[in-house]
């Protein structure tokens, strides 16, 4: 499938949200029929490790909306611990967004 570029112009929300006892930002980036085209991921302090990954999960995320897969199928093959969290930034935004939780 070819990418599906996100309108110039987008509907955006921003909101904070803590995984595994790190506070991060998320903003997330809309196309115009409501669909999640884009995620950013800004961590604590800028260049740290757990930001450059958390950062860099969310413009894998972003790529792999815009060439049309499925936010639910992204969540369900992240890393989840035994009781079925999940262990990383972009987990953790994909699961709040499904349950309605993570908007601004």
């Known amino acids: 499938m070819t ?22 930002t998320a903003s997330l980036g809309f196309y115009d029929d409501g669909r999640l085209g884009e995620v950013f991921i800004c961590g604590p302090k800028a260049g740290t490790d757990v930001e450059l990954n958390a950062r860099d999960a969310a413009v894998v995320t972003s790529i792999a909306l815009q060439h049309g897969a499925a936010p639910d199928v992204l969540r369900h093959g992240l890393s989840r611990d035994e009781e079925g969290r999940p262990l990383t930034p972009i987990g953790t935004v994909l699961d709040l967004l499904a349950s309605g939780e993570g908007e601004a």
Do not use: H
């Open 3 to 24: 990418r599906e570029l996100l309108p110039t112009r987008r509907a955006c929300e921003s909101f904070d949200f803590e995984a595994r006892g790190v506070t991060y």
